[in-house]
C-alpha cells in the first residue's frame, strides 16, 4: 500500500522553484547568473509598514487573534475593496490567510468536490492545477492564443462548459502572460458564469501592477449574482513588496466564507499577529513608495519590450504586458535549432541552455502549460535586465 495519499501523490513539485534552484546553486559556485525568474519585487517592504510590525511586537500583539482575522484587517480589507474595487462587504465575508495562495487553496478546497471540473485559461500560474487535483477536482484547461493577447474569449468558456463545471480560476492581470482583461471581455465571461452558475475564483493579487492605459475590473461587480459567484482573492505580496510577511486574503458570499473560516480555524488558526497589523499599515498607510515601485516596473517593462523588439528578427516574439512583472517570449521557432551540437526540442531545454551557456535563468513556459514561450520577470534591476537580455541575444546569435 502507497504511504502517499492518492489525492496528494498526483501533484507535481512547482518546476519554477526548481529552476530557482538551480540558478542559486550556480550563483552559490560563483558563477554570474542573472535571474528573470523572480517571482516577486525586487523591492523592501515600505519603512512604515515594518515600523507597524515593530509597534505591535512593542504592544504585546504576540498572542492568538480570531483564525479568519484581526477585525481591524477585516475592516481595513473591507474599505479597500469597497473603494477600489466597488465591492461592498461584511467584515464576516472576509477570511485572512497565509497569503493569497493560501486563500486559493482554501476556496478551492471548500467548494470543489471529488469529479468536480474547474476551468483555467492556460498559460496559467502553474500552482492551480495542482490545488484543483489536490482537492479531487479535474482541471479543465482552455488554452488560449498570441492573437487574443493570451486572454481566454467568452465563447471559448462557453464551449468548456460541461454539467460537470464547478468554478472558473480567473486571473487578470494574469501570470505568466501579463494579459490585463478589458471590463467588456470580463462581462461576456461573466455572462457564461451567470448562465451556468459557475463560480469564480478571482485572482486579483497583481491588481495594483497595471501599466499603460488599461484599469483593473473585479468581475464580482457585474451583478448582484456575480457577486455571490464570486470568491475575489488578493494580498499584499506584489503590492507592498511583502512576500515574506505571508498574508493574502479573500471575500467570498456568506456561506461559503463560514465554511472557510471553519477550516481555517482548525487547519492553520490566524496568520501570524503582527504581520496583520503590518497589513493594516500597509493597507491604510501612503501610497507613495508602491507607486514608484509601479514607475520602475513600467519603466523596465518598456526597456524590455524595446530590446526585444530588436531581437523580433531572430525568430523570437512577445505579446505585449498590461500588467504584473512578466512577459512570455515565444520561442518556438528556435526549436529544432542547436547549440554545441545539442538541440533545443522545447521550454525547457531552451531553459537549462541558457542557463548553462549563457547564465541567464528563465522559466520555461511547459510549467504554465504554454511549451512554445518561456517566461521572463522583470522584477529584477535595469543593468541586470539589460546585461541578461544581450546575453540572450548572444546566445540566440549563436544557435546553428
Ligand atoms: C497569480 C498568482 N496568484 C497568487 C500568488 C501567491 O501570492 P502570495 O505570496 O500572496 O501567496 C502568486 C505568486 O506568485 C501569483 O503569481
Redesign the pocket.
Known sequence: MSKISQRVSTISPSMTLAMSAKAAELKAAGENVISFGV?EPDFITPAHIIQAAKDALDAGHTKYVAAAGLPALKKAVCKKFKQDNGLDYEPSQIIISN????S?FNAVFATVDPGDEVIIPAPY?LTYPEVVKCCGGVPVYVYTTRQSGFKMTAAQLEEAVTPKTKMLIF?SPN?PTGAVYSEEEIRAIAAVCEKHDILVLA?E??EKLIYGGQKHFSIGTVSPKMKELTITVN?V??SYAM?GWRL?YLAAAPEIAKAIASFQSHATSNVNTMTQYAAVAALEGPTGPMEEMVKAFAARRDRMMEMLDNMKPLGLDYVKPEGAFYVMLVCDKLYGKSFEGKVISGSMDMCEMLLAHAKVALTPGVCFGADDCVRLSYALSMEEMEEGLRRIEAFVKALK
Open positions: 517571482g497569503g493569497a495562495k493560501h486559493i500560474w486571473n501570470n485572482d493579487i497583481y494580498g505580496s506584489k512576500t493574502g
